[in-house]
């Protein structure tokens, strides 16, 4: 192909930048062969020229199609060179923010700087089992190739993770070690995966540290190796490194800081475990201060050296040795801070007492003396004498220095050796994954040993990646059998023999260090004698002659010699070795007994296990130990770099490139100039010009078929696509030199792929011309029509519009003269009768002025006249009135002075003891003379009497007859007099009636002419009002509307809120659900694990066998009443199953069962002691309490009638005296001055203080007597003394009526001394009124009593009612009880006695809260006592069974002689009866199932361990096992036997775990029981007897129900193993569809042909085309609907097949979602259509199974909104505002990854600009939703299991022969 058919205009070009190494130009013109420069145009619009090399005439670089760019994998570029590569991984770091990119077999990694939330467990999830080039790259992707083909070509693999520092290598490597740790697990329960993480933390502790480039830069190599067991479990680990920089120990370059570790402790020196080790600052010691940063932005050290601790704690470092770690690290600091002086130019010494140096001997354990005498002198030792010699200052500090390097790396090498024990384990390693976290390639301005250590390992790397990666190439070439030639590669051999062979400067270095007095000038020299003339790799400086240039294969770098043979001897002073294994701290002798064997210097450790080791065996002789000790550093390191290369060679490597995008640490920021340089140093490009010298792009003929058939004529496609190809090829590409035909590929070399694509873009272009040029006409066409039918009509509509104007003018004018003229008219006759009508309102308002001021005028005259009447009278009324009222005012003050004189007197008179004496003189006699007296003055006054009533009847009768003639005469003459007032008063009104007429007559004109006036204001003004009235309407119907939108938006508002509280609701019971379920899941698994660790122990130990289906275990989970005997049956099953298991394990357990079983026993015994005391003390207070109530009311009643008597014989005496007082009134005898008086007066008085005392405490103990019967009938209705709050409530009414009485006694006594007024009244009437009142609260008193009294006969009548009834009912329950059973008659009573119980104790709860609690201990004890009873009798029962089983046998054992013989006398003897056919009646059947105790096994085999599902869903009814086992159950139930139905259930719920455990794996198994299970747990239900599941029942099936035992709890339980079952069948469906999912609804192209295929590279993805082992839409419609029909056939409930189907749904769009979230190839246009069309399939597919309302499409709505995302317009705000408010599923993290990823697929399509990424992140930042980016795949939606009963019978079941249960009999 020639260069002018791709260097044409328009074309695009790379070329050289001092800026940006590469910028993109575009040719001005056609390039033509010849031309010395090309013309261009830069992005920026600025035209240049661009010579080309006279000598060479390369043309620029092509850049790739824009589709192309941002590829996955660099190999898959067309155009593969440095510009290309750095481009695109430009555009994947800063736009699309991709960190990953494959470049063929290496995995490029860039440090964003930033923390990225692609590396959780979801993220690892959805890696685990993909291939590598199915997803998008990702050191997980990585990871995963190398575990899988671990596990398939069962051979080690390694992780080469390389870079320069800060490029991310160390978190590479750790990401991958926690990708093997999460997918493969470990074998045991030493959680080793946790270990292999651990480890992390402490090595970064002790070999990381901040550089310049890098905040947490490992300054050491390390291979570790993650070991596996058979099934590929990680069983350990083993670590080894490489090159420890020491000197980093004692110096630290500026801005840089020693290892992580010191830090940590300066920073924690403040804790209390670390004030011995007297640390402070770290700004106080010399070893960490030199570097001036001691802090590290955003690290915590405090908290990093707990993390630290936290990791030696779970690796098994304990604290004791943790302290002493750090104590020898403290004193490393302390070392650094003793200070040396000169003591003369030849020796130095340490000033006594340093404060440092005496910490350092304390924390080590060593002598001050020693210590400070070899720091400053050394010894010398020759053939026959020793010296001690003196160091000056310089040497000894050297020498300080070497001791604190040395101390630290065997520290170092201590940590790392505890470490790889921790890591191992006694497993045997099937084989392992190396991960090889390894420094990269260094060249700094001054480069020392450590440089040159460093690159010589890249070197030996780079040599194995080029005879990788060149092998690869070739075996692919072989295997397409395609002709190859060998591929010329840069082979850096040269450069490692320079360093490595004989006499290279690995050698003469040695050399130079075995020399007594060589120099670093000397082995310059060497090096420039032996290599300068012979080696073109090696160079001198031109300005130096101690330092050398060596051409690595990234860059030359420049070494300086200054230290090489110091740091290569790595010597150290053995006498200050000496002093230190003297030592007494026991870590630092551990740490230097292994001196004499061969132990690396620079970090590296002998390996505890795995298949290599690093470090230098010793020989056996003493003299050989210690020459090997003496190996140089640069010998120890070749030799374990070989060992290295051997391991890796000896595995399948997998290579990650880290790069460092810029020096500054910002996050997503590129630096062009600095990647390049590591791209060229970590062999990137050296992959690219590998892949670019062969065949760099590969199709399938079924790829190329797809993507460039628009280049191929109908005729040219034959049925042989290969063979179509290559017609096609040969036709386009004439070269054939430029690819070449494989077995299954096509091999294109660089540039063709994008050829092929100008070729196909041009024939779309030169399409969608033509296509437009069609469109386009047709559209102009069709407007010009469009425009001329619209012209015609606008020209008709305009003159009909004219002409309809022209006659409505006409008509208007005609119109206007009319009008004119009837509004002259109108106006003039308007304007006559207004002048008209005023005239008229003048002259009647005058008139009826003239007469209202007349009219007035007289109605005042006539008012004043009446009122002067009025007032007149009044006044004289009035001084009458104050004439009285003083004259009656004089008289009462008059009498009430007299009245006060007569009272002082009466006082002073009744104060006098004198007065006293004579009243009591002769009293007796008196009262015997006024006895007398009175009686023969009553009869006296009773003759009077007669005759006073004679004469009062007659002479009241004549004066009745006299008044009445009086008032009628009176009433004549009233009304004579009135009737000649009225006729005077009649003439004077009739004048003035007159006289008002004429006024009124003349007045009511005027009223008209107003009322006229009054009419035209009124109609006037109801026309406003009803204008007004409109307005108000209007205004009243806007408010109406506004309140009614307002009401309808607070009711939407409230649905809303109310919706939202449901759903919230709704979502906290499906999370509890959830939670409840998984930890339903979690118990699976752990039974699961039993099973397993049980299986293993009896593998472990042959010929010891357990039946799985006695463990008490098991059975203890669902038998929640089990007998004490079961239990310690059970403890002992358990301790047997168990005992291969964990001792320590099984011990604690033993133990915790004990302790539980004695604590269960003590609260039983302190309850039956609380229970005794209790009825103890019961027992007490009913004693105490009857005799202390049966004294008080003998003694009350005493006192009662004591006291009625009392009161009985005062009112007789009161009485008697009332009489004889009313008989003497007439005398004059009762006087008041009369002695007789003033006796009776006295024992009136003394007897009413004595009554109302005595009536006080009548009060009283009537009240007492009250509440003692009320306390008392309690007592009888009750079981338990409750009267005592009743009697506390009764005082306490008694004391206030006493309060009541004591107030009315009061008033009555303030009134009964005023004798003088009972005088003028005649009569004691306040003393009587007082008796009165006593009466009636006494009569009160007594009717309450007697209510009381009525109310206890109607509460015993209603008692004796209840009786009756209970009477009644106990007779109709022994009648029912004689029909049941024997053995079911004990249990109904029981029931019934419980029954009686409970509601006693509700009505005792409602009368008396306060005595329910004992109530219930009460019924609790009797129910105990029945249970005991009812075991008892079950017990008799059984042994009586047992014994009749025995007669009987024993009976059919005898002969007939026999029992002929032992008939009695009394017997007759039947003679012999003859055998007769007796037919069979038809018997009904109960719906029971009965069966023998020894073949319930055979019945668990039969219908659950052995049934085959499939037979018995095609052929008998669904959940046909679940009616037999409940119809079993309620046959047992039937009998009362508990323990049957205990065991029946206990070996169904074992069994069916057993089949799902052995046939887990089977949908048709799994789905089986899950519909039985849920068919017999509805059954449970359905017959349990509750009245909400009853009402759904026939009057036939309420029969059936369960009728002894309640097996609620058991329900519970077997819902639980519903949920087990369903989750299982989730996840064996998940199982079945997982594989189908991501090639039928992403990579299949359902619509073919929208979808293009672009070029792939080298990691190969799964193709879109169908082909015959791929899967499609159709296959999982297929399967979907095969999971449909089997639940359906199967019988499960439609709500739950809606749940599995809503769960199906979920699993496949959160895969889906996943996968296109994790794949830039699948994020386009085309691919959301396809996606859409997909989507729709499945809706049509829910549909046609009739489950569109089960929720299933909810569960799609992420990823139909991610499809639109893909298809919708992304440029301007608008299409974000539409984004934000489309996209509510999905998450922002989502949305934005959607958005970076989305990758044109054609030329057409256009890239989302980071601006507007910028914006929806912006618009989408307030979004309140988890940061995760991947759905959870393993979600389950919570289960429910609605209730659904059977409408089957249960007597209509047959059991088939089939099933084997022939020993099932009907009942």
Not at 1516 to 1524: D, E, N
Request: proline share 3%; charged share 30%.
């Amino acid at each position: 192909m020639a260069a002018s058919e791709l260097y044409t205009k328009r074309a695009r070009v790379w070329i050289p930048d001092a800026e940006e190494v590469w910028k993109s130009a575009e040719l001005a013109k056609d390039f033509k062969n010849g031309d010395p420069s090309l013309q261009l145009m830069l992005e920026d619009g600025t035209s240049i020229e661009h010579k080309l090399d006279p000598k060479t005439k390369n043309l620029p670089y092509l850049r790739n199609p824009d589709i192309l760019v941002g590829e996955n994998d660099l190999t898959a570029l067309s155009y593969l060179h440095e510009p290309a590569v750095l481009h695109n991984l430009k555009v994947r770091f800063i736009d699309s923010k991709l960190i990953y990119t494959y470049c063929g077999i290496v995995l490029v990694a860039i440090n964003p700087y930033e923390t990225l939330g692609i590396y959780g467990t979801d993220i690892i999830n959805a890696y685990s089992g993909q291939n590598m080039g199915d997803m998008d790259p990702h050191i997980f992707a990585v990871a995963e190739e190398a575990y899988k083909q671990m596990a398939r070509d069962e051979r080690n693999q390694s992780i080469i993770v390389s870079g320069e520092s800060g490029a991310g290598k160390t978190v590479s490597a750790k990401y991958a070690m926690r990708y093997f740790a999460t997918v493969s697990g470990s074998t045991s329960e030493a959680n080793v995966e946790q270990k292999v993480l651990a480890s992390n933390p402490i090595m970064e502790a002790i070999g990381n540290a901040k550089t310049t480039r890098n905040d947490n830069s490992s300054r050491f190599g390390k291979y570790i190796e993650i070991g596996f067991d058979t099934r590929y479990r990680i069983i350990g680990a083993n670590m080894r490194t490489y090159l420890l920089e020491k000197s980093r120990v004692v110096f630290q370059a500026d801005e840089e800081r020693n290892y992580h570790i010191f830090y940590q402790l300066c920073a924690s020196s403040h804790l209390p475990e670390f004030k011995t080790l007297k640390l402070s600052s770290a700004n106080d010691f010399l070893y960490t201060r030199q570097g001036r940063s001691p802090v590290i932005h955003g690290v915590d050290d405090t908290k990093e050296l707990s993390a630290t601790r936290n990791a030696f704690t779970l690796l098994g470092i304990n604290e004791s040795y943790q302290m002493g770690l750090f104590q020898v690290l403290a004193a490393i600091l302390h070392l650094g801070n003793v200070e040396i002086k000169d003591k003369d130019s030849d020796s130095s010494l340490i000033p006594p007492n340093n404060r440092h140096l005496m910490a350092f001997c304390e924390l080590v354990g060593v002598t001050y003396q020693d210590m400070a005498q070899w720091l400053c002198h050394r010894k010398l030792k020759t053939a026959t004498e020793t010296y001690i010699k003196t160091l000056p200052r310089l040497q000894a500090t050297n020498a300080r220095d070497a001791l604190a390097k040395h101390i630290y790396a065997k520290l170092f090498n201590w940590i790392v050796e505890h470490v790889n024990k921790a890591l191992i384990t006694n497993i045997k390693q099937h084989s392992f994954i190396g991960v090889l976290d390894i420094y990269g390639f260094e060249t700094f301005e001054i480069n020392s040993f450590e440089q040159f250590c460093i690159n010589y390992a890249n070197e030996k790397l780079q040599q194995q990646f080029n005879m990788h990666v060149f092998k690869l190439e070739q075996e692919e070439y072989m295997k397409e059998q395609i002709p190859w030639t060998l591929i010329d590669f840069y082979d850096n051999q040269p450069c490692i023999n320079l360093i490595e062979a004989k006499m290279g400067i690995l050698d003469l270095l040695d050399e130079e260090c075995k020399m007594p007095k060589g120099s670093d000038d000397s082995w310059a020299q060497k090096l420039y004698n032996t290599h300068l003339k012979t080696c073109s790799l090696f160079e001198k400086p031109r300005m130096s002659n101690r330092a050398f240039i060596i051409q690595h294969f990234a860059d030359k770098v420049e070494y300086q010699c200054e230290g090489f043979l110091e740091k290569n001897k790595d010597t150290v002073n053995e006498d200050q070795i000496n002093v230190l294994k003297a030592s007494k701290f026991d870590l630092l002798v551990e740490l230097f007994q292994d001196e004499e064997k061969a132990t690396s210097p620079t970090g590296q450790v002998p390996g505890t296990g795995g298949r290599t080791r690093l470090s230098i065996k010793p020989d056996k002789g003493r003299g050989k130990t210690s020459k090997e000790h003496k190996k140089t550093v640069g010998c120890q390191f070749r030799n374990s770099l070989q060992m290295l290369m051997d391991t890796l060679n000896a595995t399948t490597p997998h290579y990650v490139r880290c790069i460092k995008p810029n020096d500054f640490k910002l996050a997503f920021s590129f630096d062009p100039k600095r990647a390049v340089q590591q791209l060229r140093a970590c062999g990137v490009l050296e992959t690219i010009r590998i892949s670019a010298a062969g065949f760099p792009s590969r199709w399938t003929y079924q790829e190329f078929f797809s993507r460039y058939r628009v280049l191929m004529k109908q005729k040219d496609v034959l049925s042989d696509k290969k063979l179509t190809c290559r017609n096609v090829l040969e036709k386009l590409v004439q070269d054939q030199d430029k690819y070449q035909f494989g077995k299954t590929k096509i091999f294109f070399r660089a540039g063709q792929v994008a050829y092929l694509e100008k070729l196909r873009a041009d024939k779309l272009r030169v399409a969608c011309i033509r296509i437009q040029k069609t469109i386009r006409c047709w559209l102009a066409r069709k407007k010009y029509l469009r425009t001329r039918s619209a012209a015609i009509t606008i020209q008709r509509f305009t003159r009909g519009y004219q002409a309809r104007c022209l006659a409505k003018f006409m008509r208007r004018t005609q119109a206007a003269t009319i009008i004119q003229k009837y509004q002259r008219m109108y106006m003039e006759r308007k304007r006559y009768r207004q002048k008209q009508a005023a005239a008229l309102v003048m002259q009647t308002i005058l008139r009826a002025y003239m007469a209202r001021q007349k009219y007035q005028g007289l109605l005042r005259e006539h008012n004043a006249v009446i009122i002067q009447k009025r007032v007149r009278g009044w006044l004289a009324r009035c001084w009458y009135k104050r004439c009285l009222v003083s004259l009656v005012y004089l008289q009462c003050c008059f009498r009430r002075m007299k009245a006060r004189r007569e009272l002082k007197k009466l006082k002073i008179e009744a104060r006098s003891v004198e007065h006293f004496k004579k009243l009591n003189k002769g009293m007796e006699n008196k009262i015997m003379q006024l006895q007398r007296r009175i009686d023969e003055q009553s009869k006296d006054n009773r003759s009077i009497n007669e005759k006073l009533v004679s004469l009062e009847t007659s002479s009241t009768a004549e004066r009745e007859r006299m008044r009445g003639e009086l008032s009628r005469l009176r009433g004549v003459e009233e009304d004579a007099k009135n009737k000649g007032n009225q006729v005077t008063s009649l003439l004077e009104q009739l004048e003035k009636l007159k006289k008002e007429l004429s006024s009124t007559q003349k007045e009511k004109k005027t009223i008209e002419d107003w009322a006229q006036t009054y009419r035209d204001e009124m109609e006037k003004m109801v026309s406003e009002l009803k204008d007004q009235n409109c307005s108000l309407k209007k205004e009243k119907d806007d408010l109406n509307r506004l309140i009614q939108e307002q009401s309808q938006q607070m009711t939407e508002k409230m649905a809303r809120a109310i919706v939202e509280k449901t759903q919230q609701l709704e979502t906290d019971l499906n999370e509890e659900r959830s939670r409840y379920q998984n930890l339903l899941t979690e118990h699976l698994r752990l039974e699961e694990k039993y099973d397993d660790l049980k299986e293993a122990m009896n593998v472990s130990k042959p010929g010891h066998r357990r039946t799985d289906s006695t463990h008490s275990s098991n059975e203890s989970e669902y038998t929640y009443n089990s007998e004490y005997a079961e239990l310690e049956e059970g403890s002992r099953a358990a301790e047997d199953v168990t005992r291969g298991m964990d001792t320590s394990l099984t011990l604690k357990l033993q133990k915790r069962l004990t302790e539980l079983e004695q604590e269960k026993q003590s609260l039983r015994n302190e309850l039956e002691n609380r229970e005794d005391q209790f009825q103890r003390a019961r027992a007490r207070d009913d004693v105490e309490f009857k005799k202390a109530r049966g004294a008080e009311l003998e003694y009350e009643s005493l006192k009662r009638q004591e006291l009625e008597s009392e009161n009985k014989k005062l009112k007789h005496d009161l009485a008697e005296i009332r009489r004889s007082l009313l008989g003497n009134a007439a005398t004059g005898a009762g006087a008041p001055g009369s002695p007789a008086y003033k006796v009776v007066l006295e024992q009136l008085n003394a007897s009413c203080e004595e009554l109302e005392v005595r009536k006080e405490e009548v009060l009283i103990l009537r009240s007492q007597l009250v509440s003692q019967k009320e306390a008392m009938h309690h007592k009888e209705t009750m079981t338990e003394p409750s009267a005592y709050v009743e009697d506390v409530s009764k005082l306490k009414d008694a004391g206030e009526l006493k309060q009541a009485y004591i107030g009315l006694k009061d008033t009555n006594r303030s009134a009964a001394p005023d004798f003088h007024k009972l005088n003028e009244d005649g009569e004691l009437w306040l003393v009587n009124q007082g008796l009165k009142e006593t009466i009636r609260l006494l009569e009160h008193q007594l009717q309450a009593q007697r209510r009381g009294y009525d109310s206890e006969v109607e509460s015993l009548r209603g008692e004796l009612q209840n009786v009756k009834e209970e009477n009644n009912r106990q007779q109709q329950l022994l009648a029912q009880n004689l029909q049941l059973p024997p053995e079911a008659r004990i249990e109904a009573s029981l029931q019934h006695e419980i029954t009686r119980l409970t509601n006693e104790n509700l009505e005792l709860l409602a009368e008396d809260p306060t005595a329910s609690r004992e109530a219930r201990v009460i019924i609790l004890r009797r129910m105990v006592d029945l249970m005991e009873q009812l075991e008892k009798q079950d017990r008799t029962i059984r042994k009586l069974k047992k014994q009749l089983k025995v007669y009987s046998k024993r009976i059919g054992e005898m002969g007939a002689g026999q029992t002929e013989g032992q008939t009695s006398p009394g017997q007759v003897v039947d003679e012999p009866i003859h055998p007769v056919n007796i037919p069979r009646r038809e018997k009904d059947f109960q719906g029971m199932l009965e069966y023998k105790k020894e073949d319930e096994l055979k019945l668990v085999k039969n219908l659950i361990l052995e049934l085959k599902p499939r037979g018995v869903a095609v052929n008998l009814i669904p959940g046909l096992p679940a009616y037999i086992l409940f119809m079993c159950l309620r046959h047992a139930d039937y009998v009362n036997d508990d323990q049957k139905v205990r065991t029946l259930l206990t070996s169904t719920i074992n069994s069916i775990k057993k089949i799902l455990k052995k046939r887990g794996d089977d949908f048709e198994t799994v789905s089986f029981w899950l519909s039985n299970t849920c068919r017999f747990l509805h059954c449970l239900k359905q017959y349990s007897g509750d009245e909400a599941f009853m009402r759904h029942n026939t009057q036939r099936q309420n029969e059936h129900t369960l009728s002894n035992f309640d097996l609620a709890e058991y329900r519970q339980v077997i819902s639980d193993l519903a949920i087990q079952i369903y989750q299982q069948l989730i996840k064996c469906m998940e199982n079945i569809l997982q594989p189908m999912i991501v090639s039928g609804m992403l990579e299949h192209e359902t619509i073919q042909g929208v979808s293009g295929v672009k070029p792939t590279g080298l990691r190969k993805r799964t193709s879109s085309i169908a082909d015959e082992g791929t899967y499609t839409l159709d296959s999982i419609l297929r399967q979907l609907s095969a999971f449909h029909s089997t639940m359906c056939q199967h019988g499960t409930d439609p709500e739950l097949i809606k749940q599995v189907v809503k769960q199906q749904f979920y699993i496949i769009g959160a895969v889906t979602l996943n996968n296109l979230l994790l794949r830039k190839d699948m994020c386009s246009w085309s691919k959301g259509m396809q996606i859409r069309y997909n989507v729709s399939q499945l809706e049509e597919w829910l549909r046609d199974k009739g489950l569109m309302i089960c929720g299933a499409k909810e569960t799609l709505e992420p990823l139909i909104q991610a499809a639109q995302l893909l298809q919708v317009k992304k440029k301007t705000d608008e299409d974000a505002e539409a984004i934000c408010s489309m996209c509510l599923a999905l998450t922002t993290a989502q949305i934005v990854k959607v958005l970076n990823l989305y990758t044109p697929v054609n030329e057409f399509e256009e890239r989302v600009s980071v601006a507007f990424i910028r914006t929806i992140q912006t618009r989408l930042r307030d979004r309140c939703e988890s940061p995760q980016l991947l759905m959870d795949t393993k979600m389950i939606y919570p289960v429910t299991f609605p209730f659904n009963p059977s409408s089957l019978a249960l007597e209509t079941i047959q059991i088939p022969s089939s099933l084997n249960l022939s020993f099932l009999t009907r009942v």
